[in-house]
T-cell receptor, first 112, second 109 residues
Framework: GEDVEQSLFLSVREGDSSVINCTYTDSSSTYLYWYKQEPGAGLQLLTYIFSNMDMKQDQRLTVLLNKKDKHLSLRIADTQTGDSAIYFCAESKGGNNRKLIWGLGTSLAVNP | DVKVTQSSRYLVKRTGEKVFLECVQDMDHENMFWYRQDPGLGLRLIYFSYDVKMKEKGDIPEGYSVSREKKERFSLILESASTNQTSMYLC????????FGPGTRLTVL
């Protein structure tokens, strides 16, 4: 079946690292995405990883993919108050599959 | 700069009214989507379209219809709005990654 799961809430202190986790069930996924949604706004792509990669780093963001466990994580280093948002994990399959399968989102609260 | 625009940020309608939500993308994408977002329920797909005049039902199509007469424009129609359709509506388009509009917060009184 199609299912992407995330924990709903995460709270961290400013300056700490945040780790947001996601599990998915479909091993045929080709791309996995992380999107960020700030209050009252649409979603913006943060980063993505292709399924043949284990890790991707982009400035303060590190994505880790464990295909065996179907586990994806997003690490934000030196978390700032501006990182407070909802973070969505999504998976894409290959071929003619046009839809992304979405997690429910993790609400990250950054405390000063 | 790529863009998905939605016709309204905020909309207030009365029960029974016909409501049109418009979405336009400037990226020549084939695939366009309408979602609704409610607290605790994440993004739920209402309808999507993979070409002009082509559409497919998503997970919650009841009470909605869509129209795609031109590639860049995808409209969501609430034939007779009801209070349980009060929500945030998000449009998106996609070729590889998916781009979202800013959302329309619809309130049905």
């Amino acid at each position: 079946g199609e299912d992407v799961e995330q924990s709903l809430f995460l709270s961290v202190r400013e300056g700490d690292s945040s780790v947001i986790n996601c599990t998915y069930t479909d091993s045929s996924s080709t791309y996995l995405y992380w999107y960020k949604q700030e209050p009252g706004a649409g979603l913006q792509l943060l980063t993505y990883i292709f399924s043949n990669m284990d890790m991707k780093q982009d400035q303060r963001l590190t994505v880790l993919l464990n295909k065996k466990d179907k586990h994806l994580s997003l690490r934000i280093a030196d978390t700032q108050t501006g990182d407070s948002a909802i973070y969505f994990c999504a998976e894409s399959k290959g071929g003619n599959n046009r839809k992304l399968i979405w997690g429910l989102g993790t609400s990250l609260a950054v405390n000063p | 700069d790529v863009k998905v625009t939605q016709s309204s940020r905020y909309l207030v309608k009365r029960t029974g009214e016909k409501v049109f939500l418009e979405c336009v993308q400037d990226m020549d994408h084939e695939n366009m989507f309408w979602y609704r977002q409610d607290p605790g329920l994440g993004l739920r797909l209402i309808y999507f379209s993979y070409d002009v005049k082509m559409k497919e039902k998503g997970d919650i199509p009841e009470g909605y219809s869509v129209s795609r007469e031109k590639k860049e424009r995808f409209s969501l129609i609430l034939e007779s709005a009801s209070t349980n359709q009060t929500s945030m509506y998000l449009c998106a388009s996609r070729r590889g990654e998916q781009f979202f509009g800013p959302g329309t917060r619809l309130t049905v009184l």
